[in-house]
């Protein structure tokens, strides 16, 4: 099966960054978009970015101007790269990918954003 592994998340100060990447046991270009979702306690797992198979991306409305969403077809990876982070950023965040007719998922990471 295809492995999603999420690596990058930890404890930051407001203001701070992290960069996610989310490794893909195969190649990426079988997907027809990759994306990162986040879930904080007590809240809907939402949004926060994702790329489509011609490079095009979607923010949700809360991250905008502040993390972007970027590949590596050659290593597999997508990146989530978060700046200006805020406490309300607190969540696991979850990499996903969409094939033809399938879905899949990473274990999740937690981002924890100080004040």
């Known amino acids: 099966q295809v492995q999603l592994v999420v690596s990058g998340g930890g404890l930051v100060q407001a203001g701070g960054s992290l960069r996610l990447s989310c490794a893909a046991s195969?190649?990426?270009?079988?997907?027809?978009?990759m994306g990162w979702y986040r879930r904080a306690p007590g809240k809907q797992r939402e949004l926060v970015a994702r790329?489509?198979?011609?490079?095009?991306?979607d923010y949700g409305d809360s991250v905008k101007g502040r993390f972007t969403i970027s590949r590596d077809d050659a290593k597999n990876t997508v990146y989530l790269q978060m700046n200006s982070l805020k406490p309300e950023d607190t969540a696991v965040y979850y990499c996903?990918?969409?094939?033809?007719?399938?879905?899949?998922w990473g274990q999740g990471t937690q981002v924890t954003v100080s004040s």
């Open positions: 996903n990918a969409h094939g033809i007719i399938n879905e899949y």
């Open positions: 195969g190649s990426i270009s079988r997907f027809n978009d």
């Open positions: 790329i489509l198979r011609g490079g095009s991306t």
